[in-house]
T-cell receptor
Framework: GQQVMQIPQYQHVQEGEDFTTYCNSS?????IQWYKQRPGGHPVFLIQ?????EVKKQKRLTFQFGEAKKNSSLHITATQTTDVGTYFC?????????????FGQGTELSVKP | GAVVSQHPSRVICKSGTSVKIECRSL??????MFWYRQFPKQSLMLMAT?????????EQGVEKDKFLINHASLTLSTLTVTSAHPEDSSFYIC????????????FGPGTRLTVT
């Protein structure tokens, strides 16, 4: 079945260092979404990318969607302790009668002050 | 806007009993709601898609008779875990999509179910 693989599973960085998580799909995606889940919390929507090669920025966060719409990345510049949490990508696969959002395994980010 | 609530936040039940979890969209009408299960340190596993006024669509491997889903109104979906067993203990999260398109999902705070 369709899978969305996310790497790395864990990332420990020093505050101020950059961080990147990668998401790869076995199937072409109609769009990809990114979520952040703080420890003990629920996922919160960050952004959605739809177009091939799309790049979007939110302050220190940069999101990219690959040309083939099969991969995506989230890059955080100069991490802060508030960035701690697990980042999930979720790719939307369209079927004849609808679509399904498939979540990656998530990348848990810890930031050492 | 786009707030989703879940009730209860935590529930402990005995093996063999049934537990109902409610998911409500507080400030918008959700034609589609989703139920997920999340194990510790793991990703979200979609269990079923709940459409208002129709039967839920279950993912492969999810028992329909065990996890009963009812989406009776545009703001309420319920998940009933029937004849619960300890292996059903998990974190159950619902989410809802805005009607304008199946775009971002807004998640409820989740329900921690413990079956003893």
């Amino acid at each position: 079945g369709q899978q969305v693989m996310q790497i790395p599973q864990y990332q420990h960085v020093q505050e101020g260092e950059d961080f990147t998580t990668y998401c790869n799909s076995s199937t072409t995606l109609s769009n990809i979404q990114w979520y952040k889940q703080r420890p003990g919390g629920h996922p919160v929507f960050l952004i959605q990318l739809v177009k091939s090669g799309e790049v979007k920025k939110q302050k220190r966060l940069t999101f990219q969607f690959g040309e083939a719409k099969k991969n995506s990345s989230l890059h955080i510049t100069a991490t802060q302790t508030t960035d701690v949490g697990t980042y999930f990508c979720a790719g939307r696969v369209i079927y004849n009668q609808g679509g399904k959002l498939i979540f990656g395994q998530g990348t848990e980010l810890s930031v050492k002050p | 806007g786009a707030v989703v609530s879940q009730h209860p936040s935590r529930v402990i039940c005995k093996s063999g009993t049934s537990v109902k979890i409610e998911c409500r969209s507080l400030d918008f009408q959700a034609t589609t709601m989703f139920w997920y299960r999340q194990f510790p340190k793991q990703s979200l596993m979609l269990m079923a898609t709940s459409n208002e006024g129709s039967k839920a669509t279950y993912e492969q491997g999810v028992e329909k008779d065990k996890f009963l889903i009812n989406h009776a109104s545009l703001t309420l979906s319920t998940l009933t875990v029937t004849s619960a067993h300890p292996e059903d203990s998990s974190f159950y999260i619902c989410s809802a999509s805005l009607p304008r398109g199946m775009n971002e999902q807004y998640f409820g705070p989740g329900t921690r179910l413990t079956v003893t």
